[in-house]
């Protein structure tokens, strides 16, 4: 089969688009022919090899963490999927992903894909979704009637935070760059600001009980930011390079999120997208053999969106 694989770290030009060996499901596994699978922040990092004490890779590895495609092969002990379901799934950070025409994955971590949208697309659901959808529930407990700033809510895990939020009843303030409004409204967002032209920790922003950060902001910006907290509020950070801030006399609690694969959470997601209460968004689709431009974009922070990438193409 076709993959996308790099047999050492580095830049961008490590991937190559090559034959690679086919997957054979092991027991509880099953192998999917990939309809479409996504670049996500991290990719670039564990291609480059930063991440190589929490995430050790055998090399040569496929990227690829979202996966969305047709089982067509069962491993043994397999009861709950059958050849010809449509799955959507997180894999693992360490075993080979979905950049590739198949992949296998333990069959308990997919879920049924939506029916309602192309099932290529909904490989732009996993990580961001349950990242979105862990920040708000499990971290942050959000309530109905409480107030977030979505901060970063333009990009991928954002347009789920906002859209998540305003269903719980949140009031929802986002931010976004120039021509982020629109969309942002569309999605669900009370109020917007502009991060490229209003410095938001001294915004008229009445105080809020959530604050997401999912913006490349240095820390400075990150303490400043916090001021916008009320007593008793919680930071929830992604961008997890630099802690969140916490503020003990305040009862500020700042949280730094690991997102973790959850096919139950990922269930209640597709039956939201059937529901036509939740839109996925899709920036662009690229061919399998394009991923290394994509990588190269997102290193010099060109990329805007979720890219879905498809084998098939
Ligand atoms: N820790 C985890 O488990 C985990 C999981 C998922 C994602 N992440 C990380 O979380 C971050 C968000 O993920 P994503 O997929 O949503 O990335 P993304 O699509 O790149 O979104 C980030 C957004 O931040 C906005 N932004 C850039 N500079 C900003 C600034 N100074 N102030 C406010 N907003 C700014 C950008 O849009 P505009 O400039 O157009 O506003 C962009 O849309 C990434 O760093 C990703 O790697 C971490």
């Known amino acids: 089969m076709k993959a996308i694989r790099f047999h050492q770290y580095g830049d961008a030009e490590v991937l190559r688009y090559e034959d690679a060996p086919l997957p054979v499901p092991g027991t509880g ?16 990092n564990i291609r480059a090899g930063l991440m190589q004490g929490p995430m050790p890779l055998t090399l040569p590895h496929t990227p690829g963490l979202d996966v969305s495609g047709t089982v067509d092969a069962l491993g043994d002990e397999v009861s709950t999927l059958r050849i010809g379901d449509e799955v959507i799934g997180f894999l693992p950070f360490v075993v080979d992903g979905a950049a590739a025409e198949y992949v296998v994955a333990d069959a308990e971590t997919l879920t049924s894909a939506p029916t309602s949208i192309p099932l290529a697309d909904s490989a732009a659901l996993p990580v961001v979704g349950l990242t979105a959808w862990q920040a708000l529930f499990e971290h942050a407990e959000l309530k109905p009637g409480q107030r977030i700033l979505v901060n970063g ?42 991060h490229t032209t209003t410095d938001l920790s001294t915004a008229a922003i009445e105080p809020v009980d959530v604050l997401l950060n999912l913006a490349p902001i240095t820390p400075e910006q990150f303490s400043a930011l916090s ?12 961008t997890v390079w630099m802690p969140a801030p916490s503020d003990e006399e305040r009862g500020v609690r700042g949280i730094d999120l690991y997102v973790r694969s959850d096919a139950d959470q990922l269930s209640e ?30 290193a010099a922070g060109k990329l805007s969106g979720k890219i879905v990438v498809l084998p098939g193409a």
């Open 29 to 44: 596994q099953v192998r999917i022919r990939v309809a479409g699978t996504t670049f996500n922040g991290v990719d670039g």
């Open 153 to 194: 809510a333009s990009g991928a895990v954002g347009g789920y935070a906002v859209q998540l939020a305003k269903a719980a009843g949140a009031h929802v303030i986002a931010t976004g760059g120039v021509g982020a409004r629109g969309h942002l409204v569309a999605r669900g967002a009370d109020e917007v600001v502009d």
């Open 227 to 238: 001021t916008l907290v009320g007593d008793g509020g919680v930071i929830v950070n992604t």
């Open 269 to 298: 997601l597709v039956a939201r997208i059937d529901r036509g209460e939740l839109v996925v968004d899709v920036a662009e689709r690229v061919a399998l053999p394009d991923l290394a431009s994509v990588h190269a974009r997102a």
